[in-house]
């Protein structure tokens, strides 16, 4: 294969009107202004790439007005990964927000479906009473309660120094006001009541 025979890697790419040249020399001719023509296209494919870059990352358009010099090619490149990789960062961090916000909100689904099922229960066990009969019961629910829960408080929280006070009633809350514990209570005093 001489120099400017047609390489097999480029016979589908190579023009047309070069098939139907039999002079050798005009075939090589053709051949050399297609690849000349084909360098010059990569080498501007490659000029508007780094124009490109050099819109869209922000970093790439701060120019020193004083200099007036153009960025250079390196430059573009390594703030180009910078700007990728605080992207990157920034997409991790959204990430784990979302995240969060998810579990926020599976917790207040659970919450939610849980007073819906306590006021479902209330609504039963009011439905069976009428009247004066179902206020007494209600006020008899209420007071169960805060009885049972003022005793818990009475025994856990202690009222030495405020330290003691505050933190007591930080460790009680968490322990006994819980919304599944208050609503084993609120179940627990429906089925004493009936």
């Known amino acids: 294969m001489s120099v400017f025979e047609q390489p097999s890697f480029l016979s589908s790419d190579f023009p047309f009107v070069c098939l139907s040249v039999t002079d050798v020399r005009e075939r090589e001719v053709l051949l050399l202004v297609f690849l000349f023509v084909d360098s010059f296209l990569s080498r501007f494919d490659v000029k508007r790439g780094y124009e490109t870059l050099q819109l869209l990352v922000p970093t790439c358009q701060m120019v020193d007005a004083a200099s007036s010099q153009k960025i250079s090619k390196a430059s573009i490149l390594q703030r180009s990964v910078d700007y990728i990789q605080q992207l990157a960062r920034e997409k991790q961090v959204k990430q784990q927000e979302v995240d969060s916000l998810k579990k926020e909100v599976m ?85 004493q009541e009936k």
């Open 107 to 191: 917790a207040l689904q659970i919450l939610k479906k849980n007073y819906e099922e306590m006021l479902r229960h209330n609504r039963s066990a009011a439905g069976a009473l009428h009247g004066a009969n179902a206020e007494e019961l209600k006020m008899n629910m209420f007071k169960h309660i805060a009885e049972t829960l003022f005793e818990s408080f009475d025994q856990h929280v202690s009222i030495d120094d405020f330290g003691s006070l505050s933190s007591g009633i930080i460790r009680w809350t968490e322990e006994y006001c819980k919304p599944q514990s208050l609503r084993d209570l609120c179940l627990q005093v429906i089925t």
